[in-house]
């Protein structure tokens, strides 16, 4: 709101708001990511988990996984709907189970093929079971990260894209 001092017109107070007006969309967008960033680091860490303890116990590096990937996907995506993109109720079947079935298998594949490739890598080399664990963990872990910027923008532009967004406190002027 422009104010007026001496007849002379303030226009401070105008532009500092249409510049906040401009950059509203940014904080959103980073509470987002963070939120989403988080439910993904604990859903990672079940996931290592499951993992590390089904290869510990001998599974085949594609069944273990596959089932650590599910282990953390199912939980990831009840805590990111609801924390990072603030939706409530019932999800939507068409909309966004879906949707976030199609993305979450995407990475998932890639996560779980990358493994499985890595474990036909060092099956030659005839690692011993605690190195050959560190090695297949360490490609897991390495595939999650590599596809969470492409899986959160993908959630956010068309799985939650009709979500309501999360408010961020403004600071009193």
């Given at each position: ?12 107070s105008?532009s ?23 439910s ?8 290592q ?27 990831n ?10 939706r409530?109720g019932?999800p ?9 079935f ?10 779980v ?6 474990g036909w ?6 690692l011993s ?26 959630l ?18």
């Amino acid at each position: 709101m422009a104010g007026m001092h001496n007849g002379v017109v303030s226009t401070a107070s105008t532009s500092a708001g249409q510049a906040q007006a401009a950059t509203s969309s940014h904080p959103r967008l980073l509470v987002r990511l963070f939120r989403a960033a988080t439910s993904s680091a604990l859903a990672t860490g079940i996931s290592q988990v499951t993992l590390i303890g089904l290869l510990w116990w001998g599974a085949a590096p594609v069944l273990a996984s596959a089932l650590a990937f599910i282990a953390g996907a199912i939980p990831n995506f009840f805590l990111a709907r609801r924390w990072a993109w603030g939706r409530r109720g019932t999800p939507p079947m068409r909309s966004e189970l879906l949707p976030y079935f199609v993305v979450i298998g995407l990475a998932g594949l890639a996560s779980v093929g990358l493994t499985t490739f890595a474990g036909w890598l060092t099956e030659p080399l005839n690692l011993s079971g605690f190195v050959r664990i560190v090695v297949l963990d360490a490609v897991f872990l390495g595939s999650y990260a590599v596809v969470f910027v492409m899986k959160f923008a993908l959630l956010d532009r068309l799985v939650f894209r009709h979500a309501t967004r999360i408010r961020v406190a403004k600071s009193p002027s």
